[in-house]
Antibody
Framework: EVQLVESGGGLVQPGRSMKLSCAAS????????MAWVRQAPKKGLEWVAS????????YYGDSVKGRFTISRDNAKSTLYLQMNSLRSEDTATYYC?????????WGQGASVTVSS | DIQMTQSPASLSASLEEIVTITCKAS??????LSWYQQKPGKSPQLLIY???SLADGVPSRFSGSRSGTQFSLKISRPQVDDSGIYYC?????????FGAGTKLELK
């Protein structure tokens, strides 16, 4: 069974940093692109970033480019999202997803609240 | 960036109806279009991929179609459990973009 489990969310002050993790199991992690998708409270889905199989290529949405970094550790089957210079508008539930040109598996989400 | 215009924003349907939700892409995206269902407090679930292919385990009352840059999700004789918010996603080019969502209520 494919499982994606996010961790690392919580409350953080504006301008500070936070790192999310996503532990994958049930599939060969290195065979898939991976992605982060977020959802602000009561809002729709927003693609944040994707990363290639070995991590050599990364792609970002305009709203996070230059502030967020997606990375992966295939030996640990873990995906990461380093979020710097956080803003109130980054408040959202962050989902880890398997990116197979479709998001065919999703985690349960990690809640990030940016507030002073 | 490719814009996905999804409609309607919400709809209420009976269990006897055929429900149709559409997404129009601002430019050609071939068949790189997928549909997701999200229930309150839950993560999205894949329904349709490659515009018309049914994801594993998804009931056959769900179907997808394409006409040029317009894509449709159809639910034939929906069930009460089909209530939720539906999103389309284009993955033809980055940034990947979602439609704004359609809230479906079954009555």
């Amino acid at each position: 069974e494919v499982q994606l489990v996010e961790s690392g969310g919580g409350l953080v002050q504006p301008g500070r940093s936070m790192k999310l993790s996503c532990a994958a199991s049930g599939f060969t992690f290195s065979d898939y692109y991976m992605a982060w998708v977020r959802q602000a409270p009561k809002k729709g889905l927003e693609w944040v970033a994707s990363i290639s199989y070995e991590g050599s290529s990364t792609y970002y949405g305009d709203s996070v480019k230059g502030r967020f970094t997606i990375s992966r550790d295939n030996a640990k089957s873990t995906l990461y999202l380093q979020m710097n210079s956080l803003r109130s508008e980054d408040t959202a539930t962050y989902y880890c997803a398997r990116d197979n040109y479709v998001m065919d598996a999703w985690g349960q989400g990690a809640s990030v609240t940016v507030s002073s | 960036d490719i814009q996905m215009t999804q409609s309607p924003a919400s709809l209420s349907a009976s269990l006897e109806e055929i429900v149709t939700i559409t997404c129009k892409a601002s430019q050609g995206i071939d068949d790189y279009l997928s549909w997701y269902q999200q229930k309150p407090g839950k993560s999205p679930q894949l329904l349709i991929y490659d515009a018309t292919s049914l994801a594993d385990g998804v009931p056959s009352r769900f179907s997808g179609s394409r006409s040029g840059t317009q894509f449709s999700l159809k639910i034939s004789r929906p069930q009460v459990d089909d209530s939720g918010i539906y999103y389309c996603l284009q993955s033809c080019s980055t940034p990947n973009t979602f439609g704004a969502g359609t809230k479906l209520e079954l009555k």
